[in-house]
């Protein structure tokens, strides 16, 4: 009471028996945040291992489905071309053909 009649300040007095109490709470509390922080670091990192797999994994599905469309499309366009060789034979021997009977007219 005397401290608060002289006007000094008010707050409560570090007990001499625990001088080192509030920096035990501080250091205490540093470690549970650092524990916290390694956890949440720790978590986070399996989580990004996690998303990054499967990244690595669609851009590989990506891949093989492109390649097989790629396979596909060579193979239509091997198929029409052959069919396209086979038409223009035909259409020259046609036009041959054609030729010779107005020739015979």
Known sequence: MLNYQQGMDTQPQKSPLHPNSQQQQ????SFSLQLFQGTLDEALASFQKSIHEDVRNLHIE????????????????SSILETQAELM?????????????????
Not at 62 to 77: K, T
């Open 26 to 29: 501080q250091g205490s509390s």
């Open 89 to 105: 034979k035909e259409i020259k021997a046609l036009r041959k053909e054609n030729q010779e009977l107005r020739q015979l007219l």
């Open 62 to 77: 990506v891949l093989r489905q492109f390649h097989m469309q790629e396979v596909q499309m060579s193979n239509a366009m």
